[in-house]
């Protein structure tokens, strides 16, 4: 959706709730929000054959995935639960123990693309040299893997929230079974959280909440992913006027041929190759979006003044 029209959306939707705003003191849509997938995002490989399955003896990631579909498909079951029940079964006969602590100490094998590990603070700053204090960036994950794994990553210290897969732990700390999934319908959930201030499990996110009221507006959204998986929420996010980017890697042909489709269908607004450094195509596709977000803010902060000074 062209920046044009998202503006124009914003300013239908503060002229239609001008009276809420008038009902707050102060501007407070000034926080961004970028949220990442995890596997095939940041990372080229699923965290966990870098993690759990080699630590299991399995080398080829590959039939591992093969197996978690066949078993889902044999007793119709959810694919993540399927997953996560097949890690708990082999970790048993392997005699390898799940624990929060273990899962979190492994993470430090995860490779990631290029330039990830050094983004985070090089956008943190950018955003804060180019348009100041007040705008605050947020990071945010959105994964179907393992959130003690993520929590234990070289990155984990920028994300501002991370929605992942959780086990439950026994009162020995051993993984006994899924505590918490997300699949790629169920992430949607958490697109909303963000857009509500809801970011907690047991807060309700189904009760109506005025546009103007979200914390985090969707246009100040975008979203960055893979693949597939990624549609629900790149169809939420751009249908209510955010952003979408689909990564692939470079020497991947049906990831890229993925994500042409994508932007053929219009669920997407760029696609890039996985390289996140200083520079490149991806690294200047994220600033040209964080400054149209930032463009949209500064509109709703004059539209907010306007509402306060005249419609009071």
Not at 62 to 84: C, D, L, P
Not at 203 to 214: D, G, K, Q, Y
Request: hydrophobic share 35%.
């Amino acid at each position: 959706m062209p920046v044009f029209w998202k503006l124009f959306i914003y300013g239908q939707l503060n002229q239609r709730d001008g009276r809420l705003f008038g009902m707050s003191k102060a501007f407070k849509h000034n926080v961004v929000a970028v949220v990442y997938d995890f596997d095939g995002t940041l990372t080229p490989q699923p965290m966990q054959e870098y993690t759990v399955l080699p630590e299991l003896g399995i080398k080829d990631g590959g039939k591992f995935w093969s197996q978690v579909n066949e078993e889902s498909a044999r007793t119709n079951g959810e694919a993540i639960v399927t997953y996560m029940r097949l890690m708990l079964e082999k970790s048993k006969s392997k005699h390898f123990p799940v624990t929060a602590q273990r899962l979190g100490e492994l993470a430090k094998k995860i490779n990631y693309f290029p330039g990830v590990q050094t983004y985070f603070e090089r956008i943190n700053n950018y955003v804060d040299g180019k348009f100041g204090k007040s705008i605050e960036l947020r990071h945010y994950i959105i994964s179907a893997g393992l959130k003690e794994i993520i929590s234990g990553s070289a990155i984990a210290k920028y994300f501002y929230k991370v929605f992942a897969s959780e086990y439950y732990y026994d009162e020995y700390g051993a993984a006994t079974f899924p505590n918490v999934i997300v699949n790629d319908t169920l992430k949607t959930q958490f697109i909303f959280r963000i857009n509500k201030g809801k970011e907690n499990l047991n807060e309700n996110i189904n009760l109506h909440m005025p546009m103007p009221l979200r914390p985090i507006p969707f246009q100040n959204i975008m979203y960055i992913g893979d693949g597939l998986t990624d549609v629900p929420c790149m169809t939420v996010i751009r249908k209510n006027g955010g952003y979408a980017i689909a990564v692939y890697k470079s020497h991947s042909l049906p990831g890229k041929r993925t994500c042409k489709e994508l932007l053929k269908a219009n669920r997407v607004d760029f696609i890039a190759k996985a390289d996140y450094k200083s520079g490149t195509e991806l690294d200047n596709l994220i600033k040209l979006l964080l400054g149209n977000i930032v463009e949209g803010i500064r509109y709703g902060r004059e539209s907010f003044k306007q509402s306060k000074k005249y419609r009071s």
